[in-house]
Structure formats: structure tokens, C-alpha cells
Antibody, heavy 119, light 113 residues
Framework: QVQLQESGPGLVKPSETLSLTCTVSGDSITDYYWTWIRQPPGKGLEWIGYASYSGTTNYNPSLKSRVTISVDTSKSQVSLKLTSVTAADTAVYYC?????????????WGQGTLVTVSS | DIMMAQSPDSLAVSLGERATISCKSSQSVLYSSNNKNYLAWFQQKPGQPPKLLIYWASTRASGVPDRFSGSGSGTEFTLTINRLQAVDVAVYYCQQYFITPHTFGQGTKLEIK
């Protein structure tokens, strides 16, 4: 059974870069697409984008200029970087697995990690 | 972007009864080449990540009880929960994965009446 564990700073200052890592276990990182999704406190879900081990990426246009998702097969990790953050980027960030098709649908979720943007 | 609109925003249903949630997309998510609707449903309980219930609009994910069913095609979809149980209290989201960004509905909060 695949397990996804997000990690990273829980507090980021405005204008700085949010960096999160998702460690994948129980499955091959090369077989799937890996998607980040976020959820502001008390609100709905927002798709950030996905990446594959081969370097294929696709980002939400609303975030495209600020976001980078990458896959490190040697560490079995997926990373998310979001630059120039503001309070609007405060959210629970979920690492998810996309499988079964292309475009991928999300079939497994990590527990999520809350990132607060505040000085 | 494809806009996803769910209705109602919230509903209360008695135990043992049926709950029905609607999801409408601003454009079709049906791919004519394979006749598949790129539409998924998720369940999110308080303090938990969402869980996949349905994909391809009507295929139940592994381990999902057959009380849950999905239907619809093109731009209109429905999630039906039969014989409602207390454990079904949650927020339900639809999502299209046909065209990026893969957008979600705003969510429907299901409670027990």
C-alpha cells in the first residue's frame, strides 16, 4: 500500500519560498504522476500541478509563474516549491498519487501538511 | 478553466435514506475517443485528507461500499449514497481531470437529519 508523507516548514514568511517534500513508500515513484493539491483552512480544494519522473510537468496557470514540482527517483521523493508567497498561500498542502490514466486521476492522498504564511 | 458547480452546498438526510449530490461542469468532460467521462468524486471527513470514491464518473474505487454510486455523462453528474450511515457524514467533492487545471467543485456538506 502506497504511503505519502509530506514534510517541510509549517511557517513561511511573506515573499519567501515555500518548500515541501513528499516521501513515497510502498510503490514505485516511476510508475505514476505526482500531484500537489492545497486546501486553505475551511475552504475547498485547489489543484496545483503534477510531475512525473521523466520530467513531464503541468501547472495551474494561476500559479505557474511561481511553482515548481519535481521528482527525485533516487530518494523516492516529490518536491514542491512555491516562490513569493503571500497570506493567500496559507493552506494544507497534500501530496497525491495520480494513476490509472493520462491525464491522471488522484487515487491516493498524503495526510497533508499545514503551511502558514506570516511574518 | 472548466468550472465545476455542485448542488446543493449542504444537505441533511435521515439515516437509512438516500442522499443525492449533483455536479455540473462548464464544458463536457467526455472524451469521445474512448467514451470515458474524466470525472471523480472524493469524500473528506473532518480532519482527514480526501478519499477517492468514484472515477470515470461511475467506477467505484477499491474498498468503497456499493452504497455509493456515480452516474452521468458530458456535463452533468450525480453521486448517490444509498442507505445513509452516520459514517457518511463528510464533505463531498467532484473533480474533472479532463483538462488542466483539474478543477474541483466547491464541495457539498452532508449531515444527518
Amino acid at each position: 500500500q502506497v504511503q505519502l508523507q509530506e514534510s517541510g516548514p509549517g511557517l513561511v514568511k511573506p515573499s519567501e519560498t515555500l518548500s515541501l517534500t513528499c516521501t513515497v513508500s510502498g510503490d514505485s515513484i516511476t510508475d505514476y504522476y505526482w500531484t500537489w493539491i492545497r486546501q486553505p483552512p475551511g475552504k475547498g480544494l485547489e489543484w496545483i500541478g503534477y510531475a512525473s519522473y521523466s520530467g513531464t510537468t503541468n501547472y495551474n496557470p494561476s500559479l505557474k509563474s511561481r511553482v515548481t514540482i519535481s521528482v527525485d527517483t533516487s530518494k523516492s521523493q516529490v518536491s514542491l516549491k512555491l516562490t513569493s508567497v503571500t497570506a493567500a498561500d496559507t493552506a494544507v498542502y497534500y501530496c497525491t498519487r495520480g494513476g490509472g490514466s493520462f491525464p491522471p486521476f488522484v487515487d491516493h492522498w498524503g495526510q497533508g501538511t499545514l503551511v502558514t504564511v506570516s511574518s | 478553466d472548466i468550472m465545476m458547480a455542485q448542488s446543493p452546498d449542504s444537505l441533511a438526510v435521515s439515516l437509512g435514506e438516500r442522499a443525492t449530490i449533483s455536479c455540473k461542469s462548464s464544458q463536457s468532460v467526455l472524451y469521445s475517443s474512448n467514451n470515458k467521462n474524466y470525472l471523480a468524486w472524493f469524500q473528506q471527513k473532518p480532519g482527514q485528507p480526501p478519499k477517492l470514491l468514484i472515477y470515470w464518473a461511475s467506477t467505484r474505487a477499491s474498498g468503497v461500499p456499493d452504497r455509493f454510486s456515480g452516474s452521468g455523462s458530458g456535463t452533468e453528474f450525480t453521486l448517490t449514497i444509498n442507505r445513509l450511515q452516520a459514517v457518511d457524514v463528510a464533505v463531498y467533492y467532484c473533480q474533472q481531470y479532463f483538462i488542466t487545471p483539474h478543477t474541483f467543485g466547491q464541495g457539498t456538506k452532508l449531515e444527518i437529519k
